[in-house]
């Protein structure tokens, strides 16, 4: 079903289904949407229509699902809420329990589920690839890697044409270190605090989240830089992001410089001159920081900040494992935000709307650079199916105008959640991109201070109560992370938002008892 139709569905059962309803009216681009209407102190949201029927859940029960877990998978506690969710059946932005229930996934499986989950398109070709040929590695070739590679390569300029296909984000960053030593004959690799880029042994050194640091070492080489974040960090004013939303802090800065932007230039240099070599291997970062709660920096930092590095010898790779792909609206990529071009992409998670497969896109002299000096085989990578499920993504996006999609609705839902920062003293900062939101929370406006774990955690729970999924993030897990796929509609952002005031409403209510 294409996305302009599920539009109007949803704006015919808008208009029809609820006295509270508010009656739907075009946007610009004729897509509809309602107004929020608002809320009463202890209204549930009404949950907006999906045209889709899960299956009667069969498998295995809720407490052996429990015991299997604790007996035989990791211990490592990673699952949201108390009483995990055990998720069944999945369809576009929504997603169902095994009792039925159903929730709009605003997080989509941690920025990967694209173009919606089980896209029809996309089922049918990998059911069909699934009928022909999965896996052959790469000593013979097959056509479906040759496709996905002249679409994929059509899409980033030049000179960033040759690619190596892999499995996951972890190893794609972990080959771009391989890859700007290999180049540069240097070691020292610069990446921002507050920066994830994967869990792998090598990566890890790149990593700069301390529940992701070990006491053992790991990724040698690497040296953590300060993160021009302008809403918690030492800088930041009132017109520094590429943003419909800017922070709540004040500056003096003429539009078209800005001070933040500058302070945390010279914090990068300092850097250069005492904690690397005087020539480097390279750096890298996300265009957004991600894991770190959708931080943003200033607007034209990274222009400098990569100028600062090649200087140096160093190469300069963009992350593009949760940025990449059309989320951020405006540009297909996200180094293109930044008025940039690196030598060296990674990219993953959205590149097959959740099936294992990532990329990473160089010049052909880095390439070569790296075949000199090691024999580089995956033998997963580029497999058959990956790329089928590769290619059909990238057509989706472009026939379902996804990326445009992302520009208007995210934009909508930016403005939408700065209109609560304005009314609730705990939402400190609205920020982000597309459809790629970072919501932080605050003991007050005036500390900044993160709010307390179990607070943060009662909203969150109170969400997924009224049947909207959010993810987390930031040092202390104070930010709520959005990152829907690119096919939601402006109606599930009105539910999403007051699904969230309502949230906020009972935890103020909580704290006055």
């Known amino acids: 079903m294409t996305l302009a139709w599920r539009?109007?569905?949803?704006?015919?059962?808008?208009?029809?289904?609820?006295?509270?309803?508010?009656?739907?009216?075009?946007?610009?681009?004729?897509?509809?949407?309602?107004?929020?209407?608002?809320?009463?102190?202890?209204?549930?949201?009404?949950?907006?229509?999906?045209?889709?029927?899960?299956?009667?859940?069969?498998?295995?029960?809720y407490d052996r699902v429990l015991e299997i877990h604790k007996q035989h998978l990791s211990p490592v506690l990673t699952p949201y809420f108390s009483e995990p969710l055990l998720l069944h059946q999945g369809h576009m932005e929504w997603l169902f329990d095994y009792e039925g229930n159903r929730y709009l996934d605003f997080f989509s499986g941690i920025v990967t589920v694209s173009v919606g989950h089980c896209h029809p398109k996309v089922n049918a070709v990998a059911q069909k690839q699934l009928g022909r040929l999965w896996h052959t590695s790469a000593v013979f070739f097959h056509p479906p890697i040759h496709e996905y590679a002249e679409k994929l390569s059509a899409l980033l300029p030049e000179p960033l044409k040759v690619i190596f296909l892999l499995n996951s984000g972890s190893e794609a960053n972990d080959l771009a270190m391989l890859m700007a030593r290999a180049h540069t004959n240097n070691t020292d690799i610069i990446s921002f605090r507050g920066a994830y880029h994967g869990c792998s042994?090598?990566?890890?050194?790149?990593?700069?989240?301390?529940?992701?640091?070990?006491?053992?070492?790991?990724?040698?080489?690497?040296?953590?830089?300060?993160?021009?974040?302008?809403?918690c960090g030492p800088w930041g004013g009132s017109h520094c992001r590429d943003s419909p939303v800017q922070t709540i802090r004040k500056c003096s800065c003429a539009p078209?410089?800005?001070?933040?932007?500058?302070?945390?230039?010279?914090?990068?240099?300092?850097?250069?001159?005492?904690?690397?070599?005087?020539?480097?291997?390279?750096?890298?970062?996300?265009?957004i920081q991600g894991v770190n709660g959708v931080v943003q920096y200033p607007k034209g930092?990274?222009?400098?900040?990569?100028?600062?590095?090649?200087?140096?010898?160093?190469?300069?790779?963009?992350?593009?494992?949760?940025?990449?792909?059309?989320?951020?609206?405006?540009?297909?990529?996200?180094?293109?935000?930044?008025g940039v071009l690196p030598d060296i992409v990674t990219m993953a998670k959205g590149?097959?709307?959740?099936?294992?497969?990532?990329?990473?896109?160089?010049?052909?002299?880095?390439?070569?650079?790296?075949?000199?000096?090691?024999?580089?085989?995956?033998?997963?990578?580029?497999?058959?199916?990956?790329?089928?499920?590769?290619?059909s993504v990238l057509e989706v996006i472009k026939e379902e105008n996804l990326q445009e999609n992302s520009q208007e609705v995210g934009t909508y839902m930016l403005l939408k959640f700065a209109k609560l920062r304005d009314e609730f003293e705990i939402v400190g900062d609205v920020r982000g991109k597309g459809l790629m939101i970072g919501i932080e929370m605050v003991k007050d406006k005036t500390s900044r201070q993160p709010l307390p774990r179990e607070e943060v955690n009662q909203i969150h729970q109170d969400c997924k109560r009224m049947g909207l999924l959010i993810g987390r993030g930031?040092?202390?897990?104070?930010?709520?992370?959005?990152?829907?796929?690119?096919?939601?509609?402006?109606?599930?952002?009105?539910?999403?938002?007051?699904?969230?005031r309502s949230a906020l409403i009972q935890h103020m209510e909580s704290q006055a008892k």
């Open 301 to 338: 930092f990274l222009k400098e900040a990569f100028e600062l590095v090649r200087e140096r010898g160093g190469v300069c790779v963009a992350d593009e494992v949760q940025t990449g792909f059309g989320r951020l609206g405006s540009h297909f990529w996200g180094f293109q935000t930044h």
């Open 474 to 500: 930031g040092t202390f897990s104070q930010t709520f992370r959005i990152a829907p796929s690119m096919c939601i509609t402006k109606p599930e952002v009105d539910f999403a938002v007051e699904v969230f």
């Open 201 to 231: 042994p090598y990566t890890l050194g790149l990593t700069n989240v301390g529940f992701y640091k070990m006491e053992l070492p790991s990724g040698m080489g690497c040296q953590s830089t300060m993160c021009p974040d302008v809403f």
């Open 7 to 61: 539009h109007l569905l949803r704006a015919l059962y808008l208009e029809t289904s609820t006295p509270r309803t508010p009656k739907t009216r075009p946007s610009p681009k004729g897509a509809f949407w309602t107004s929020v209407a608002k809320l009463g102190l202890h209204t549930k949201p009404s949950m907006p229509p999906c045209d889709f029927t899960p299956e009667r859940y069969q498998s295995l029960a």
């Open 351 to 391: 590149i097959g709307n959740g099936f294992p497969m990532a990329a990473v896109v160089t010049t052909p002299e880095i390439a070569k650079s790296l075949a000199k000096r090691l024999l580089h085989f995956n033998t997963f990578g580029g497999n058959p199916m990956a790329c089928a499920i590769g290619s």
């Open 256 to 287: 078209d410089c800005c001070q933040a932007k500058d302070q945390y230039i010279e914090q990068f240099k300092d850097t250069l001159s005492t904690s690397v070599a005087k020539s480097i291997a390279g750096f890298f970062a996300e265009p």
